[in-house]
């Protein structure tokens, strides 16, 4: 504290010397002024430049994209053999235990959106993550330590030793454990995205460039992180070391933990914006009470507090936009307004009007993401039940059939490269795009490739019913007939998710930056609760009188191959419909005059900083 007393005090010294050397004694009036004005500048510095000043930029981001890698870790180290732990421990069905993956990886996600409320609004992205990250992690020692008491005797549960039964308590805590696990990670994922973008200063051509990038990097470290589980840990836990696989789950997640901890000297911080909600409540009830208002031609009309700065505590300004014009009537000005004292309830600002109709905007592209999700879901439910019904075995080594996965991880990291190497600078030169492709566009096209991916996995499972011996579990055909599968997924999720992230953030307002994040969690997690849902409806259809249904217990008796078509054609449904609506969205539009005033502040900090 004395250190930055003694910077401030000489920086008015300087400033002074400045003053004094350019002005004559006839000119005492002005330089009075100045010196208020240097002062002014001063007091600037100590109350923001100073303590956020040299912060953030790719030395912290890069704490935080590793501290993604390793929670991915620990967080699929749990998840991705989960079906077959429920199958193989808790003994429960194939159809049970899929319907049970998916409603608690929905409940990952799901969970983003708290996460994302507490940190817009009240907590702020550093506390948020930190947070939730110890729920995380008191989650995975629950798990280990209940694990190492309850999977009896050891080494069950490979496929081949079967486990005791559980108690009704142990089976509690159990879902107990994992379900702290899903709020710790769903709560902490969107609002990291955020922050690491947070790093970055948007004012900054440069640095703005960076910010696109880190989310590229933000889904390329989410693979590198989860492919160790999905070769080496699961390796173990196929074999029946389950609390083995748990326990590194656990290392890796506090060493993020720490990880993240030792960065907070140095994260570039934004204040949170307060609770959205009733920002956006006041927009509906306003509009509604003035239902009869005409709202007027000219959108200069329109109510919006004077200056560069927002009503909006930390938020730009937003541009009026002409869509979903029934809610200007909350900005309308009527006589009754001018009357009295503003009220919120009844009369809104532009911005706050344009906050609710970015919300309301987004909710149709968001929606068409859902169906992709139930496709992106299949890898940890039935894709794994599908490859472990098939010829496993590389000699006398088994291959896990959820270690197949790490084909789909292969296969983001590759297409990461492939498109940012090569897709965005061909395509920049054909469309003047810098991006190369829209995010709009690149969702599209994740679309078309998850369904190539279904129709791969149903003729994959054609052929594995052609290869059944009579009285044998397994097919004899090959686990490697799965790749192509899994490389299609992986591809779709390189322009479908990579372009969410880009697109929710990018298109949310300030106030609710990491609500955006959290919708590209919050489709995933829909995604399996529809996944869920549709197997009860195919099951509940298809499984009357002596037929078993398309997804049995035992699956060489069933028809897995048309829930793989019957999602492919509900992709091909979705996608049509994603296009009338990205071609009816038009994206956020920022006050870029008050963008322009925030840059010039900038470069007068830095100018001061320069002569300190």
């Not at 180290?77 to 421990?89: A, E, I, K, M, S």
């Not at 469309?431 to 994740?446: A, H, T, V």
Request: hydrophobic residues 45%.
């Amino acid at each position: 504290m004395a250190a930055m007393d003694s910077v401030l005090n000489s920086t008015n010294q300087i400033t002074l010397k400045v003053t004094d050397e350019n002005i004559s004694t006839g000119q005492a009036q002005a330089a009075n002024k100045n010196n208020k004005d240097e002062k002014k500048l001063t007091s600037f510095i100590r109350k923001n430049l100073i303590h956020e000043k040299n912060k953030g930029g790719w030395k912290y981001a890069s704490i935080l994209l590793a501290n993604q890698g390793l929670a991915t870790l620990a967080f699929f180290g749990v998840g991705v053999n989960l079906v077959l732990f429920l199958t193989r421990v808790l003994q429960q069905e194939n159809a049970n235990a899929a319907n049970n993956v998916s409603k608690w990886t929905g409940t990952v996600y799901m969970c983003s959106l708290i996460g994302a409320f507490l940190s817009d609004s009240y907590w702020g992205r550093y506390l948020t993550c930190a947070v939730f990250q110890l729920i995380f992690v008191l989650g995975l020692v629950l798990l280990s330590v209940l694990s190492f008491l309850m999977i009896k005797p050891t080494g069950c549960g490979d496929g081949f030793i079967s486990c005791k039964p559980l108690s009704s308590i142990f089976a509690a805590i159990f879902y107990l454990s994992i379900y702290l696990i899903a709020f710790g990670y769903g709560g902490h994922q969107p609002t990291l995205a955020t922050f690491g973008a947070d790093q970055f200063d948007e004012s900054k051509p440069k640095e703005r460039q960076s910010k696109t990038l880190f989310f590229c990097y933000f889904y390329f470290f989410l693979n590198v992180g989860s492919l160790f589980s999905n070769t080496i840990l699961v390796y173990y836990e196929d074999s029946g070391k389950w609390t083995l696989g748990f326990l590194v789950s656990l290392a890796s997640a506090v060493i993020a933990l720490l990880s993240y901890l030792m960065g907070t000297p140095g994260y570039r911080y934004v204040k949170p914006c307060g609770n959205p909600l009733p920002r956006v409540t006041q927009v509906f009830i306003a509009a509604a009470r003035k239902w009869n208002v005409v709202v007027p031609a000219n959108s200069d009309e329109l109510y919006e507090v004077a200056g560069p700065e927002s009503a909006i505590k930390g938020s730009r300004k937003i541009l009026h936009s002409n869509e979903i014009e029934f809610l200007d009537k909350a900005a309308t000005i009527t006589d009754n307004d001018l009357a009295g004292p503003k009220n919120p309830w009844k009369l809104c600002t532009v911005t706050q009007v344009e906050e609710a109709k970015c919300v309301l905007k987004m909710l149709p592209i968001w929606l068409c993401t859902i169906i992709y999700s139930v496709v992106f879901t299949q890898m940890a439910s039935l894709f794994v039940e599908q490859g472990d019904v098939m010829n496993s075995h590389i000699g006398e080594f088994h291959l896990p059939a959820a270690s197949m996965s790490a084909f789909d991880i292969c296969s983001v990291l590759i297409c990461t490269g492939i498109y940012r190497k090569i897709l965005v600078p061909v395509a920049g030169k054909l469309n003047g795009n810098p991006k190369g492709l829209s995010e709009l566009q690149r969702m599209g096209i994740g679309l078309i490739i998850g369904m190539l991916a279904m129709i791969a996995a149903g003729a994959t499972e054609i052929q594995r019913l052609k290869y059944i011996s009579p009285g044998e579990k397994a097919s004899s055909l090959s686990i490697f007939w799965q790749i192509p599968q899994y490389v299609l997924v992986g591809a779709s999720e390189v322009f479908m998710y990579v372009g969410q992230l880009e697109f929710f953030n990018g298109q949310a307002p300030d106030g609710i930056k990491s609500f955006g994040s959290s919708l590209c969690m919050a489709s995933i997690s829909f995604g399996n609760y529809v996944s869920s849902l549709l197997v009860v409806m195919v099951m509940g259809i298809t499984a009357k009188g002596d037929k078993p249904g398309w997804i049995p217990d035992d699956l060489n008796t069933g028809h897995m191959d048309r829930f793989y078509f019957l999602l492919a054609v509900l992709t091909a449904f979705d996608f049509v419909i994603y296009l009338i609506c990205a071609n009816w969205y038009k994206g956020i539009n920022l006050d870029e005059d008050s963008c322009e005033k925030e840059m010039e502040m900038k470069l007068d900090e830095d100018d001061v900083l320069r002569r300190v």
